[in-house]
């Protein structure tokens, strides 16, 4: 019989109030691995009513010992690595690789929490005016929930929690119904740790479980990773509801190759950025536009890396690209390939209807590449979250910041270039939150903020670096005066 899984609330496993359920496949070989309940508002009440509990104990814990917590935290996810990169690779469908490359990335997001105490320190001037000083302290708001994407399920919840709990508060997390398996994995070595019951909660679900968190008043924030139609409602709803919010939302990320750049290291590159994690990834290269003569250059050799990817099922240490998330994911991708086809692109590789000996019913799409793509094409404009890149025309770098800029999303853009002049304008002018120079996948590390602008961010403060700490406390002013 198919495993149910357990929400985690107040310091113990429980059940769900709710009936539904969402089934958990292992993409490449479609095994119900779980299934995902649907919880309901009185599940997450139950969550709001533990983490509220916890709080004032949790907050007046000194914040040195808050932080002791995650050295623990870290030393489990070090000795559970392999396993925790396993768990990625049978619910997501990435490679062992790029599993171990997410773990990496939220180890790191561990390491910079660790480091709180510090980024905790306020500010203050005495004497501000005669005999009088001025203060600022930062501090814990309350109950915080993230609600998560399914392409990172490791790594994107813990963008949030650590940081927010060394901050002193009390957490929930929502993880994506579709890749829960993960999150069930980290909160059982969280478990280990012995923190007070309800400062971290695990709720899991879909809409429902969501719409609970942005409405239930007693969560004062709430950080959403997602696609941006979903961004949208959470930023709205929770702004509605008189919480704060940050909203990531979804991409299309442009990278400009001049006739100038070293074309080998720039294709290889690429490459990562277009067909890493299946280009499911808020980062990934979905336009390459060759500027002058980089365009032909550029299109064969992409071409002729492309061709030789292995695609297989991500246990096995030799696949280079694994499959996307669901049968229904697969359909989209190969729906918006040939739609490109339709307006008019040119199929340079075709990767619908690959199929893979052992694992024939897997949800796989072959590295697709597409020539000649127009702006006006569909292909050009929307998120495909899939292993397909166009390619795109420009005869001057400034038409190609001026497709750039064009997009409605603004994630992250990316420039191949020897020139210091052209990277500068690049850097100057291109209207997106994550800029890479020479660099494909321009993933900011855990201490700076996750930029975003556009569509592709709803909000003020972004995820990690300083702005999490802004984002984690409420800072109050102290003025005093002892005669
Ligand atoms: P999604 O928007 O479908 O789901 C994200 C989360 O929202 C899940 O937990 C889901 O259960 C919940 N959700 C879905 N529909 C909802 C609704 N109508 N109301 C309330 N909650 C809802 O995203 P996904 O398919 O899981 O993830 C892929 C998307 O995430 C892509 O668009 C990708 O670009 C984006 N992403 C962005 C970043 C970033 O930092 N900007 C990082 C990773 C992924």
Redesign the pocket.
């Known amino acids: 019989m198919t495993r149910k899984l357990k929400n985690y609330i107040g310091g113990a496993w429980v059940d769900s109030a709710g009936t539904e359920v969402i089934p958990v496949h292992n993409p490449a070989t479609c095994e119900v691995l779980a299934e995902c309940p649907e919880s309901t508002y009185a599940d997450v009440d139950n969550a709001v009513k533990a983490a509220q509990a916890a709080f004032e104990e949790w907050r007046s814990t000194p914040v040195l010992s808050r932080a002791q917590y995650m050295y623990h935290f870290k030393g489990l996810l070090e000795e559970r690595f392999e396993d925790i990169a396993k768990v990625m690779v049978q619910e997501n469908g990435k490679t062992i690789d790029e599993a171990r490359g997410e773990a990496r990335r939220g180890i790191e997001s561990v390491d910079f929490a660790i480091g709180v105490p510090l980024l905790m320190r306020s500010d203050g001037v005495e004497d501000i005016s005669s005999g009088i000083d001025e203060t600022t302290l930062r501090q814990p708001a309350g109950v915080f929930a993230a ?6 399920p490791m790594m ?1 919840p813990l963008w949030f929690l650590p940081t927010a709990i060394v901050c002193g508060n009390t957490f929930i997390v ?6 829960p398996l993960s999150m069930e994995l980290i909160f059982e070595l969280l478990e280990e740790l012995d923190l007070p019951e309800g400062v971290i909660n695990l709720v899991h ?3 429902q ?3 609970s968190v ?1 409405e239930h008043p007693g969560i004062v924030g709430v950080s ?8 949208k ?2 930023y709205e ?1 929770c702004t509605k509801h008189g919480k704060r919010v940050q909203a ?4 299309k990320n442009y990278i400009a190759v001049m006739p100038d750049a070293n074309m080998e290291a720039s294709v290889k590159n690429i490459m990562g950025a277009a067909f890493g994690c299946a280009g ?5 290269a979905a336009v390459a536009v060759g500027v002058g003569d980089a365009y032909d250059t550029m299109k064969n050799e992409l071409v002729r890396y492309a061709q030789n990817l292995k695609v297989g099922y991500g246990l096995d240490e030799k696949s280079q690209m694994g499959t996307v ?1 669901s049968h229904a ?1 697969r359909e989209r991708i190969e729906t918006m390939i040939q739609k490109g086809v339709e307006e008019g692109a040119e199929v340079l590789l075709d990767g619908r209807k690959v199929k893979i000996e052992g694992y024939e019913d897997g949800s796989f799409v072959g590295p697709t590449i597409l020539g000649d793509v127009k702006p006006g094409m569909q292909i050009a404009k929307d ?1 495909v ?1 899939g292993p397909v890149l166009s390619l795109m025309k420009a005869n001057t770098f400034e038409e190609a910041v001026a497709l750039i800029n064009n997009s409605r999303y603004g ?1 992250a853009a990316s420039i191949f270039t020897n020139s210091g002049k052209h990277a500068r304008e690049f850097k100057y002018a291109v209207k997106a939150g994550n800029i890479g120079v020479n660099i494909g996948v321009a993933a900011p590390s855990a201490s700076f903020p ?1 930029g ?1 602008q556009k569509e ?2 709803y909000g003020d403060l972004h ?1 990690q670096g300083m702005d999490s700490i802004e984002f984690f406390t409420e800072r109050k002013i102290v003025i005093e005066r002892w005669t």
């Open positions: 609600i998560t994407p399914f392409n990172f994107v929502k993880p994506s119904p579709q890749t679900g879909g809409v479980a969501s719409m942005m959403f990773v997602g696609s941006s139609p979903v961004a409602i959470v709803t990531q939302g979804g991409a499911q990834r808020c980062l990934a998330i994911a998120e979250f994630n996750f975003g592709s961010f995820g």
